[in-house]
């Protein structure tokens, strides 16, 4: 018997529906789990008792279950609630533990450097403390993990150049621009620059992917974020990027004002303000800047969002590739976890929140409808 069907035998049971062969059934499976599963004991009363508060919630039961110590598991005539739940820890600890047994660490702080000559740095590599030094710039990396870029020679070469710092799905990393400016890269992102910002009239550079920037103040040089769909001008001021592939772009304002144009059209933004790009031109709302740089925080943070769009910040961080089986998961979810947690607890997280299961076979993750009890 699975779960559903053990989860519908239990409420005819509950409901006095059941046959007397039904019943039979329901009692004999229960006294059979109640003999396998001595691994639950040691879960505790509190743990018990607060799981069937969230069933009883969930289901719509009002009654209150009040569990005696040491007498949980006495009897197959124990309320429908209780049966659910138990089954429920059952199937936690069983059966999600093998889903999710092959668990993945997450993503790491670590990035590539492109020169304009066409030679790669692997940031990860410099240790802390370090500096590199190519004769032309230098690389610093102080105890907290940031990068510093600094320009050394002023030559033609160098100031025609353009670098390009990208991170791979899983990496992510921070780094001090030659003018002073502080950018964040998010993973799967490429960030183009100029080799030496002094070479030109405005300080521009081109994104693919997420990117935080706090930009120095330079009235005489302004500084502008191009991606495939907009344009950012800004003097000094702190916002945020989105412009991954195929995915809406999306800018947010954290401090000062930036100006975004897409296709004619100019829109000034205030802080708490984002604009989104559609095929309608730029629409300017709202926003909850926490939750737009909760990545740059080193927290995966959601509300109210779809499976789908959360397995995409997921499969970004933990660079996993994500399927999904069966009929559309149609909830939708908010939380907020660690971006340092393996991905075993990100999950485990979203499957207890309700309707979703999954299941990780190497570096896929399979997606499905799932117990609306979990």
Same mark, same amino acid.
């Given at each position: 018997?699975?779960?559903?069907? !053990? ?23 229960? $006294? ?50 209780? @049966? ?20 993945? /660490?997450?993503?790491? !702080? ?16 410099? +240790? ?57 890269? $998010? ?35 302004? !500084? ?30 954290? %401090? ?40 740059? $925080? ?6 109210? %969002? ?21 009929? /559309? ?13 393996? +991905?075993? %607890? @990100? ?28």
């Amino acid at each position: 018997m699975n779960r559903k069907e !053990f989860i519908e035998l239990a409420r005819k049971v509950e409901s006095r529906q059941a046959t007397d062969e039904e019943i039979r059934v329901y009692n004999n499976w229960f $006294n059979s789990f109640q003999q396998q599963s001595p691994s639950i004991a040691p879960l505790g009363r509190e743990r018990v008792e607060g799981l069937l508060l969230t069933i009883n919630k969930e289901i719509g039961i009002a009654k209150k279950l009040r569990v005696k110590r040491r007498r949980w598991l006495a009897a197959a005539s124990i309320l429908l609630v209780c @049966v659910t739940g138990l089954s429920l820890f059952h199937f936690i600890i069983h059966d999600e533990s093998r889903r999710l047994a092959n668990d993945i /660490p997450s993503g790491k !702080f670590a990035a590539t450097l492109t020169l304009a000559n066409g030679s790669k740095i692997d940031l990860s590599k410099i +240790i802390k403390g370090e500096v590199y030094d190519s004769g032309a710039i230098r690389i610093t990396k102080n105890p907290e993990g940031q990068l510093s870029y600094e320009v050394l020679a002023d030559r033609e070469n160098l100031g025609k150049g353009t670098h390009t710092l990208s991170t791979a799905l899983g990496e992510s990393v921070r780094i001090v621009l030659a003018d002073g400016t502080h950018v964040w890269l $998010n993973a799967g992102s490429q960030l183009k620059f100029p080799a030496n910002f002094k070479k030109f009239p405005s300080r521009i550079v081109e994104l693919s992917g997420e990117a935080y920037f706090e930009v120095a103040k330079d009235k005489e040089h302004p !500084f502008l974020v191009r991606s495939a769909e907009q344009e950012i001008k800004v003097l000094g001021t702190h916002f945020n990027v989105s412009s991954y592939p195929r995915e809406r772009q999306v800018a947010t304002l954290v %401090e000062g004002s930036i100006a975004i144009g897409r296709g004619g059209i100019e829109k000034l933004l205030h802080p708490g303000q984002e604009a989104v790009s559609s095929e309608n031109g730029l629409a300017v709302r709202r926003a909850d800047t926490t939750l737009a740089i909760a990545w740059k $925080n080193s927290m995966i943070m959601f509300e109210r %969002e779809s499976i789908v769009n959360i397995m995409k910040k997921i499969s970004r961080w933990y660079n996993v590739e994500v399927e999904y089986k069966g009929e /559309p998961v149609l909830e939708t979810y908010t939380g907020a976890i660690p971006r340092d947690r393996n +991905i075993a %607890e @990100v999950l485990k997280m979203l499957e207890k929140s309700g309707g979703v299961e999954f299941k990780v076979d190497g570096r896929r993750i399979t997606v499905q409808e799932g117990s609306s009890f979990f």
